[in-house]
């Protein structure tokens, strides 16, 4: 292990283009292209947006190459002259290399960083013709990202393929870590850097400790992978209570039939009273501060839910499922609850004991904005990022 990389800690040598953060904001010494997808602006573009807008606190400028252009160039909120289409035709269209190239040589690209299975095998590509190191971000478990089992396979071999050529790969989670071991990756390739995102302004608990009435929120790009129908089936039992609780779902819909699936089901159940659609925001910290809690019954497929560090940084409650790497982030009983995934009265049961009591809710609203400011802050999780960019430069 080496030491971390600060203003005040030098054991570490680092090579010439690494420079560590200063109270200034130091000069470029090393420009990164980000290899991504950018068709969505979800969980793991709100990294990318993120890295971009702290990796320069440590003397690094993030470029980023989008092979399936769509929201990201538009939300993230990053120079433009820092972000260019390279729009794939398909998966196998390798024809994008030669245009990438012509990126790092414009941009005098040091290293490389991919996000994704589409993505790391371009990179690959990339990185045997401009003998540049690159880096692999795991996000969610490749194996598990989706329903749809044989896109899952197809990516996982793409994935295992491309990265023999990786120098380091960092996985969001310890159970990430896990799940690449498993898969043959060495321990000595493997990094763990925690998401991370901005502080917010928390919420203030007392303010609502004298109310009946529960709002509790799911903000997500809807698809089967997170549990909407678990969850639209536990307020139906909630409901059936007569429980003072409605939910907001928060967020566009990964397809339009998955959109006519959901909201049909919404009505099948009856549920038009206590949950409503409200679609996509690009104010995802006022949307959170005016939820009591938020609600992520994801199924599976979770490397390190962003939309639960925000909720953490605002001082709201989470109930979640207790998938892969969201224990590792809300504790049960601590910051919030954890449910069986896939299980309607599980959830609904963890809901319930959320709301049955505001002095244990108010707790955990401090708690949960303590965490955050400990261990998931956007500043900290560029730092790790920098220090792995120092060790690759260093070989």
Request: hydrophobic share 45%; with cysteine.
């Amino acid at each position: 292990m080496f030491a971390p990389v600060s203003a005040t800690n030098s054991s570490i040598a680092a090579p010439a283009w690494f420079l560590p953060p200063t109270a200034e904001k130091p000069a470029t010494t090393a420009r990164v292209l980000h290899v991504i997808n950018g068709e969505h602006f979800s969980g793991a573009e709100r990294v990318q947006q993120l890295l971009g807008k702290q990796l320069p606190n440590f003397g690094i400028e993030a470029d980023f190459a989008c092979v399936k252009p769509g929201k990201f160039s538009a939300l993230c909120g990053l120079n433009e002259q820092r972000v260019f289409d390279a729009p794939m035709k398909g998966r196998f269209d390798f024809s994008v290399v030669s245009r990438l190239k012509q990126i790092v040589a414009e941009r005098k690209i040091d290293l490389l960083h991919a996000h994704t299975p589409r993505t790391a095998l371009v990179t690959s590509l990339l990185a045997v013709r401009t003998g540049l190191p690159w880096v692999y971000h795991v996000h969610s478990p490749t194996a598990r990202d989706s329903t749809r089992g044989l896109v899952n396979r197809l990516n996982q071999i793409i994935e295992r393929y491309s990265i023999k050529n990786c120098q380091r790969l960092v996985t969001v989670s310890r159970s990430l870590r896990r799940e690449m071991l498993r898969l043959g990756v060495p321990r000595r390739r493997l990094s763990v850097v925690p998401n991370g995102v901005p502080a917010i302004e928390p919420i203030d608990s007392s303010e609502r400790m004298s109310q009946s009435h529960w709002h509790l929120g799911m903000i997500a790009l809807m698809r089967p992978r997170k549990g909407v129908e678990v969850a639209l089936q536990a307020m139906k039992l909630l409901k059936d209570r007569g429980a003072p609780i409605t939910l907001e779902l928060i967020g566009g819909f990964e397809t339009e039939a998955y959109q006519l699936q959901t909201l049909r089901l919404l009505d099948q159940l009856g549920l038009g009273d206590c949950v409503q659609w409200s679609g996509f925001t690009s104010d995802v910290p006022s949307a959170i501060r005016r939820l009591d809690a938020m609600l992520l019954p994801s199924l599976f497929g979770e490397g390190m839910p962003m939309v639960v560090l925000e909720a953490l940084a605002a001082a709201v409650p989470v109930v979640a499922t207790s998938v892969e790497g969201t224990p590792e982030v809300v504790r049960d009983g601590v910051e919030g609850f954890l449910a069986k995934p896939g299980d309607a009265a599980s959830l609904a049961e963890k809901i319930a004991l959320l709301a049955s009591d505001r002095l244990r809710w108010a707790d955990m609203s401090q708690r949960a904005v303590d965490r955050h400011r400990a261990a998931f802050s956007d500043q900290r999780m560029a730092q790790r990022v920098a220090r792995i960019y120092a060790r690759l430069g260093k070989q």
